[in-house]
């Protein structure tokens, strides 16, 4: 269970529903599904190495390669004692989920959270770029930049969720109050094992909207949408790609990234 969340400090219109739309993309299926509330472009992380050296396989390795060191993937609790149902390591910045503060040194060992590898930073860019050419192309009466603003991340949360793995719903609202107001996207790529993903205006798991994701899949929340609630209901148990898992040897279950800028 999530503690309760505070009353928010952040102004109604980010939280109205007329406002809260979805975009979709699949790029393996070629389909393009209008879902209503997030973004999820086009993002190059399924090409298996990509030219410029950004690809899924060096993803995996670089998460586990930070992952066994100093300030490495570990098995964080709630207030209340109860354990997250996920492993996670905090790049760039560590979030704590008991207190709900960014810190520089976490409280579980002291560690000192590693640095957000470069070219993680250059898959976020492009996959704001490609999000905001999806946007020209199919929605053309949106405002770009209100919908998914262009932002640095200096925060990347990574979990590991195995075949039992979940986390409840959820805002992302531990960011600066410039950040949150800004709406500057929460991005996520997904690797391994698929996901159902929820979201919606309230916590209400019973009527939130499903979208799963994929290995390979961006999904965006910004703007209007950047309070949404979302959260992972369950892991697809072997729907990882079989040459990411033979190239990784990435053991079964899901690695999620999502990034931020404080
Ligand atoms: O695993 C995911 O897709 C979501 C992760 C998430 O919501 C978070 O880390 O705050
Ligand atoms: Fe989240």
Redesign the pocket.
């Known amino acids: 269970m999530l503690p309760l969340l505070r009353a928010s400090p952040f102004p109604k219109p980010l939280l109205r529903r007329p406002n809260c739309r979805t975009f979709s993309y699949h790029p393996s299926s070629s389909q393009k599904k209008t879902v209503g509330g997030i973004t999820t472009p086009d993002s190059n992380l399924r090409s298996r190495r990509s030219p410029r050296g950004g690809g899924p396989v060096k993803i995996v390795e670089k998460c586990r390669d930070l992952g066994i060191n100093s300030g490495g993937f570990y098995r964080p609790g709630y207030k209340d004692g109860a354990k997250l149902r996920l492993y996670m390591m905090c790049l760039g910045k560590n979030w704590d989920p008991e207190s709900r503060l960014y810190e520089d040194y976490r409280q579980i060992d002291g560690a000192k959270a590693p640095e957000i590898p470069e070219f993680f930073r250059k898959l976020v860019d492009r996959a704001i770029r490609a999000s905001h050419d999806f946007l020209r192309q199919d929605y053309k009466d949106v405002n770009i930049e209100d919908e998914v603003p262009n932002m640095s991340p200096d925060i990347c949360?990574v979990?590991f969720y195995n075949n039992s793995g979940k986390?409840g719903l959820h805002q992302?609202r531990d960011e600066s109050k410039k950040s949150l107001h800004k709406g500057l996207p929460v991005i996520?790529f997904?690797l391994g094992d698929s996901?159902e993903?929820l979201y919606g205006v309230e916590r209400d798991a019973d009527n939130a909207e499903k979208v799963v994701?994929e290995s390979g899949d961006v999904l965006m929340f910004g703007g209007i949408s950047r309070l949404i609630y979302?959260?992972?209901s369950c892991i697809h148990p072997n729907t990882a790609p079989k040459r990411l898992i033979e190239e990784t040897k990435l053991r079964p279950g899901r690695l999620?990234l999502?990034f931020r800028q404080y």
């Open positions: 949360i979990n986390l992302d996520s997904s996901a993903f994701l979302h959260g992972v999620n999502t």
